[in-house]
């Protein structure tokens, strides 16, 4: 029986882990050929994913070598799912580490800048292809003392608009998600007082699951979806008013 993505090709970046992991998981069993992009090798290894590459997503020219060798090792770019991220230290704006806030900044924002940068081109030379950004709930309400993920992921949501909207035109879809708290490894970058406090903002209840995220995330990375370019998807038990 064919498969929703049957001869279709995937990037997912921070794939070796969480949620990425997840999509990535769900994605080959349904068919597609995978990319996974990480910068723990090892982590990287025990995926048994034929194709992977290992690289800091803050290079703007690793990330452009890992396009150009992605695209001849597979044939083409049907699909890019950013993952890659990190939460950064939990402080209060005055006081959060310059150097700490950079890297958030450069992981989540203009490491999603230089991913979509450098696969576009293929994708348009493809005449298909959809991106899905993973953004957060915080980049839309704003979690305190974590002001520098916050910041990233609205950048990664403004980010997803325009790109949207500069490729409507083509068969190209960009999209962005926001979910509320999945218990992942990226936990383990937060303060027990920060994880109770976003438990406490779902309405539902409880922690999504990765396997919720990732099908919301896998519609957005199909043909299926093809009226929607430029917006914002919830998955936030309840915790989204917008
Ligand atoms: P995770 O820590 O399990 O996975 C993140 C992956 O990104 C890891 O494999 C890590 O090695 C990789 N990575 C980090 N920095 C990198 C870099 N500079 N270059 C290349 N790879 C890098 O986290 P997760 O929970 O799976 O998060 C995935 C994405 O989802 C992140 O963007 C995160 O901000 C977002 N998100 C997570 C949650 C949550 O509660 N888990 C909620 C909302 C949004």
Redesign the pocket.
């Known amino acids: 029986m064919p498969q929703r993505f049957d001869g279709q090709t995937a990037i997912i ?10 999509i990535a998981r769900r994605l080959a069993a349904e068919g597609a050929m995978l990319s996974l ?4 090798e090892a ?2 290894a025990q995926t048994n994913t034929a194709h992977t590459v ?6 703007p020219d690793a990330v452009h070598r890992a396009a150009e060798t992605t695209a001849a090792a597979l044939g083409k770019i049907d699909i890019l799912i ?6 950064g230290p939990n402080h209060p704006t005055w006081e959060y580490p310059v150097a700490a806030w950079d ?1 958030v900044i ?3 924002l203009k ?1 999603v800048f230089y991913c979509c940068r450098a696969v576009v081109p293929f994708m348009q030379a493809n005449g298909y292809g959809r991106i899905v950004n ?5 980049g839309k309400e704003g979690n305190p003392n974590a002001s520098a ?1 916050s910041a ?2 609205a950048g ?1 949501i403004g980010l997803t608009k325009s790109l949207g909207k500069e490729l409507a035109a083509s068969e190209i879809r960009v999209n962005c ?13 937060m303060t027990e007082q920060q994880i109770d406090w ?1 438990l406490s903002k779902i309405p539902i209840g409880r ?2 699951a ?1 396997d919720e ?1 990732a099908s919301l995330i896998l519609w957005l990375a199909s043909a299926e979806c093809g009226f929607s370019t430029g917006a914002v998807f919830d998955v936030s038990g309840g915790r989204a008013t917008y």
């Open positions: 970046t921070g794939g070796a882990s969480g949620i990425g992991a997840g992009w990480d910068m723990d982590a990287l290992t690289l800091d997503v803050t290079d950013t993952s890659a991220g990190i939460t890297r450069d992981i989540n490491g993973i953004a957060s709930i915080a993920y990233s992921k990664v998600v926001t979910p509320a708290a999945v218990k992942t490894p990226i936990f383990d970058q976003m922690f999504g990765i995220v």
